[in-house]
């Protein structure tokens, strides 16, 4: 950027069109929202769900742009066989996981 103003050359960064998605939220789960217009596809949750808990309810769908964390088919989190731990939730760095008002704190009662 300073070589090309040093040059008197005007940046075109407005020639891009912004790719974004507008991915509809799942609130369907009883415990957590899931965001995937925030997520980062880091695959955490993936992780977790899958190869520490033995789970895998939560998987990576499609390639490229459209990929997506997303359940079996692409159904609702609320209509799969969750543990209910909130690991995922934990984990995820970016905010598309997040808990339900005082569903921590209910998760922490069950621990106990």
């Not at 369907?28 to 808990?53: A, M, Q, T």
Request: glycine fraction near 8%; proline fraction near 4%; charged fraction near 25%.
């Amino acid at each position: 950027q300073q070589i090309a103003h040093q040059l008197n050359i005007k940046l075109k960064s407005k020639r891009f069109k912004k790719l974004m998605r507008q991915l509809p939220i799942d609130d369907s789960n009883p415990l957590f929202i899931y965001d995937p217009n925030k997520c980062v596809l880091c695959g955490r949750c993936v992780w977790v769900c899958r190869e520490h808990l033995g789970v895998g309810v939560l998987g990576f769908a499609h390639r490229g742009f459209q990929r997506v964390v997303t359940t079996f088919a692409d159904e609702p989190l609320g209509e799969f066989r969750c543990l209910e731990c909130g690991e995922c939730v934990r984990v995820c760095p970016s905010g598309a996981l997040v808990f339900k008002d005082s569903t921590e704190s209910k998760i922490k009662a069950k621990v106990r």
